[in-house]
């Protein structure tokens, strides 16, 4: 199977549709008197165990991976496992994204607010969350690079390459001494 890397633009356009719709809602929660801005302390701290767990299986599947088939450890990496490594990682890139857009839209209109100790603590809470998401989606993009496989030992291999280049040499040398 061949997957394809996520483009960097999947994610800008992810958070720029999350920082409108963050922006949005913080606007509409200001003109209807509702308090639709912030987070609970907990969403940052969930988000983060996600990262750092994905984050730990991008480089155990990676580790698996660029090992010499001979001398690999007993202990077998789960095909299926590394293959739902690699879209926990695709995930985290776009929903980071969105999230990180959705709480940074939240901040901009309210930080007009800020001295009032209720948008204070929401604003906080956001940027908190926000920089979060950020690094989610920094490692879904690493992640992502930790779960793609070293070259078979096709043509495109590096070394494959060498043996043919040396191969076609000698073949050709012991074609003119005949």
Known sequence: MNVRRTPWWHAAIALVLGLGAGAGVAVLGESSGTTLIGTPWFVPVVLGVIGVIALVLAINVHQY???DPKKRPKTFVNPSVA?????LC??????????????GGQIIPTITHIEGSFYEQAVLQCAVTAAVCLADMVIGFVGEWLCQ?????????PKMKEQQRQGGL???AAKTTR
């Open 65 to 67: 991976a660029a090992t």
């Open 83 to 87: 293959f739902n490594t690699l879209v």
């Open 90 to 103: 695709k995930a985290m890139i776009l929903a980071g994204a969105a999230l990180a857009g959705w709480y």
């Open 149 to 157: 496989l070293p070259p078979t030992e096709g043509p495109e291999n």
């Open 170 to 172: 000698a073949g050709a």
